[in-house]
């Protein structure tokens, strides 16, 4: 497994001293700076070009969103790969999940996510994909519908859905997803890891890898969120 480098944008002392000291106990994380404020995290970010930048919405000078912004912004036309921007926040209200994906955020995950969840995270966005955190996946679902009543979408490039409904119905009907892979599967939209998932169902993680592989199969979807997302819009999960 590559080494992620991470920076940290966070103004709550505890939040920022509490992520920092256990990424720093992670081998695969390589954390590269903090900082407390908008204006000296853009100036981190610019300074140590991290793999993922970690921003909080809520940053007392400029805000996570504008930062996201303006740091996007700086990065059209530079070398190397750019930096993803994981937005981390209180906040799940429709506007500004779908303000922090229109400023260009990669992910976006709520403060009470788990540790093991953000570590899951940062590498799921470290590999060019969106991480969703599943208790905005309704605003994802709302934005998804809207796409197909030919509204202009917001978040298309977060998440794709190349089905329409009645695909997905053939879709479940040609590769219908076992009772197992569907409790499997309501974790997932849940925003469980694999390991929570393997203690809830008293399985192996190995037997919970194998049912995520053949969910993301069977729902022809490129990574978790997708399947997420899928899975509430054909309504195989509530």
């Keep these: 497994m590559s080494t992620i480098r ?86 799940d209200n429709e506007d500004a999940v779908l303000a922090a994906f229109a400023a260009g955020a990669d992910s976006y995950c709520m403060k009470n996510i788990s540790f093991d969840n953000l570590l899951e995270a940062l590498q799921v966005t470290y590999e060019g994909n969106a991480w969703i ?23 298309m490039k977060t998440v794709t859905i190349n089905a329409s409904e009645p695909e997905y119905s053939q879709l479940i009907e040609a590769y219908p997803l076992t009772e197992r892979e569907l409790e499997v599967l309501q974790l997932i939209v849940e925003g469980c890891s694999n390991a929570t998932i393997a203690e809830k169902l008293y399985i192996t993680v190995g037997t919970v890898k194998t049912h995520v592989r053949n969910i993301l199969n069977k729902l022809c979807a490129d990574d978790r969120t997708q399947a997420a997302v899928r899975a509430l819009r054909s309504g195989l999960v509530g």
């Design 133 to 155: 955190d599943p208790a905005i996946a309704r605003v994802v679902l709302k934005q998804t519908k809207a796409t197909q009543a030919g509204v202009e979408p917001v978040m």
């Design 6 to 91: 991470v920076a940290l944008i966070e103004d709550h002392d505890l939040t920022r001293v509490g992520i920092r000291t256990a990424l720093q106990q992670r081998g695969e994380i390589e954390f590269v700076g903090e900082a407390a404020n908008g204006t000296e995290g853009l100036k981190l970010l610019e300074t140590t070009k991290p793999d993922v930048a970690i921003v909080d919405i809520g940053l007392p000078d400029i805000d996570g969103i504008e930062l996201t912004r303006q740091f996007k912004q700086s990065q059209h036309g530079s070398e190397g790969p750019p930096t993803k921007i994981l937005v981390l926040t209180l906040q």
